[in-house]
């Protein structure tokens, strides 16, 4: 019996092994699973290629995909799996869940790198304004201290802690300007002075980026949340604004100038 048993696991084996394609292979990854190394899958071409080529292999309906975020859930693998595997989502932010380890995005990760068509990776976001697990002042706190190295020495600890259980991208620094008190978020920002917040926005995104945003304990720092957006009429958030252009450009912009100029992708 067991002469016969054998042959036929070996056979299952083999056929279980065949349907499952190899990615990974040392220096280049297989996102789509063709069996050859692609131009967007080579590490060595110029990004503006890699992009191009991709793009050119996309449907419009991966396209709008790589537009939508979710947020993040406990059971996220069975809300989202299917979607994943439709290259329909392309980034993840926050959670409802306390982020504790990488498990849960390196899962979800791998749905979407090894089952989708193309494999294109996933982003995880998360507000890390004034820390992640070691707790910082707020931000219009810290900036009383008119110190751009605290700035840039406490992002630097909060993008390491923040790396550490996968997120890749930080929704900061918040970099509207804040003049109304009724607006309840001018806690996360700098004050009421442009030249002041552009030397601060300068200075967080240097600690999250370090000089390369992908190295180990860095992360992609975002300026937000939009020119104009801090001057709210009523102080009501979302509400609507009115700006001159020589105000846009005298005391909205330099914030997000700086943060641009600093290197915030």
């Known amino acids: 019996m067991k002469a016969v048993l054998l042959p036929i696991l070996s056979i299952h084996l083999f056929v279980a092994g065949a349907a499952q394609p190899v990615i990974y292979h040392g220096d280049w990854n297989d996102l789509n699973k063709n069996g050859k190394e692609d131009v967007y899958e080579n590490p060595a071409r110029p990004v ?7 793009l050119a292999r996309m449907t419009l309906e991966e396209k709008i995909g790589q537009l939508v975020q979710a ?4 059971d996220a693998e069975q809300v989202f799996g299917s979607r994943l595997r439709q290259g329909r989502i392309s980034s993840f932010l926050d959670g409802s869940e306390l982020i504790e380890t990488p498990e849960p ?3 979800l990760q791998r749905i979407a790198v090894e089952q989708s068509r193309l494999g294109i990776p996933l982003i995880f976001g998360h507000d890390s304004i004034h820390g992640f697990r070691t707790i910082f002042p707020i931000p219009l706190a810290q900036a009383c201290a008119w110190e751009p190295e605290l700035f840039e020495r406490s992002q630097a600890i909060s993008a390491r802690e923040t790396a550490a259980v996968g997120i890749d991208w930080t929704f900061g620094p918040m970099v509207d300007l804040a ?3 009724r607006w309840g978020r001018i806690a996360e920002g700098f004050g009421e002075d442009p030249w002041l917040g552009a030397v601060y926005a300068g200075a967080c995104v240097r600690g ?3 000089t390369n945003p992908a190295a180990p304990g860095r992360l992609v720092s975002c300026l937000k949340h939009y020119v104009g957006y801090g001057a709210a009429e009523g102080g009501r958030d979302y509400n609507t604004t009115e700006i001159s252009e020589y105000t846009l450009r005298n005391f909205y912009l330099p914030q997000f100038s700086a943060g641009v ?3 915030a992708v």
Do not use: Y
């Not at 503006?48 to 991709?54: G, I, K, Q, S």
């Open 48 to 54: 503006p290629e890699r992009v191009a080529d991709l």
């Open 71 to 74: 947020h993040r859930e406990a």
């Open 105 to 107: 995005r390196n899962r």
């Open 179 to 181: 003049r109304d008190p």
């Open 208 to 210: 999250f980026q370090g």
């Open 261 to 263: 100029s600093a290197g």
